[in-house]
């Protein structure tokens, strides 16, 4: 009613109407369902008049976050009304966060990622959260997403050690030395980061024993909180078992990388301008052969592999989608592999006349380029052939360290009460890799036209949220 009477004074006559008629329906209603009707009118008046004082104070803004005021207190009810009131005083408008960013209008990324193009195909609203505002997900860093990290960071470090001492033991304890890194003393509750400021988006958020009772945004309730160490236990014997099922899968000791977490990007051509794609390859392999090098791009996955027990249409669809991201890397480093041979051919030609330096931004690292020429016994450059010639992409590899147990492909042989299926490579073979690449890359320019389309409207509303129940847009949509 004290809104209602603001509105007035403001001469806001259909807001005002519109809280006056919605105050007369609670009126009627909570005779029968008095704490319901309060509790759901309240969150009701919250967007109805974030709607009307949003698109009365600045027509273009945003409707995402409504104008924060005081409420009444309901006496039957106080903790809904005050979760109520701490939700919408968490609530975040697209366009603070973009001024914040230093933008005055929804921008255009020109950097984009395979991850990131993906996740735009699975969800817009989703992408726009967290690759055009930055948003995180809430908590930023879980249990799996440690684990990922640091099993990647495992299984990149153990091929630093000279093959014999490739041992699972020396596997698992390179996972334990970085894990310990990054935990502190958590036995006497002192974390790595209780000298900092506290970060929730730090590992020391994990395993924490939270209350019920505790305010989710309290983050200082959150960093006194003691830790769970039986829950830690029984994720680093989980993480270990995965590291024990990549060993029984590929013994790195008869392997040897050709690069290992190594970043690739390439520039794609637009209509206007161009834009570029980034990310990083876990792993390629090489191959020699009598005709050339033969590469093969490797992908660590902590997940488990797709289980294929549906119609044979949806487990094509589900694998394809599994690779499309490993396309994209592919596309990626033979599009460095040709930008390599026009720098050459134009560094032979040009630069010792005009004393101009080759810029290999996009293309090849000269490490990259010694490893090829020294592994397929080439003094230099010069000697060597076109790469195009040289290299070949063969295949790309999905490395699951688990499946789901009732898999037989995969767990033919387990025992019912093991812990986590077995490991299990998908391959994908590049037999005709330059059709392969070409479809590719008139996939990730449509896609990029399609959010430039998006971008041009400058209205978030635009960006639609998907019905997929564990896509993050839901929650970031909430706040």
Known sequence: LKRSCHCIQSKQWTASASLLLLWCTVAAVSIFYPTAAFINTEMMMLRVVSRRSSYTHHLSRSTYAPTIFSTRQSSSSPSHSEAASAQVATLLDPYEILRDLKFDKIPLPNKLSPTSLESFTKCHQAFFFQYILKLKPDPPMTPELARGIICHKALEDVFELAPPQRTLVNLQNLFRKEWSSLRGDRESNNSVT?????????????????????????????????????????????????????????????????????????????????????????????????????????????????????????????????????????????????????????????????????????????????????????????????????????????????????????????????????????????????SVLDQTENEVISIQKQIKELVDMQDPKAWHHCNWKYCNCHEMRDR
């Open 194 to 434: 209780q000298t900092k400021e506290y970060n929730a988006e730090s590992y020391d958020s994990l395993f924490r024993i939270v209350n019920d009772h505790d305010d989710d945004d309290d983050v200082l309730s959150n960093e006194s909180s003691p830790f769970d160490i039986n829950a830690e236990i029984d994720w680093g014997q989980s993480s270990l078992q995965l590291l024990k099922n990549y060993y029984e899968l590929e013994d790195p000791r008869n392997v040897t990388p050709l690069m290992r977490e190594m970043w690739v990007n390439a520039k794609f051509p637009t209509e206007d301008d161009s834009f570029i794609v980034r990310g990083k390859i876990d792993r390629i392999d090489l191959i020699s052969s009598n005709s050339g090098a033969i590469l093969s791009i490797i992908d660590y996955k902590t997940g488990k592999k797709p289980h294929f027990k549906y119609a044979t249409a949806t487990n094509e669809r589900i694998g394809n989608e599994q690779f499309w991201k490993m396309k994209v890397y592919a596309l990626i480093l033979w599009k460095m592999i040709l930008q390599t041979e026009t720098l050459e051919q134009r560094q032979r030609q040009e630069s010792e006349e005009v004393g101009k330096t080759v810029d290999y931004r996009y293309g090849l690292s000269w490490e990259l380029r010694q490893k090829l020429l020294q592994s397929l016994g080439y003094e230099n450059e010069q000697q060597a052939p076109k790469w195009t010639e040289l290299l070949t992409l063969e295949s790309l590899r999905l490395m699951y360290l688990t499946s789901h147990l009732d898999d037989m492909a995969a767990n033919y042989d387990t025992p019912p009460d093991a812990p986590v299926g077995e490991a299990k490579c998908l391959d994908f073979s590049l037999n005709e890799f330059m």
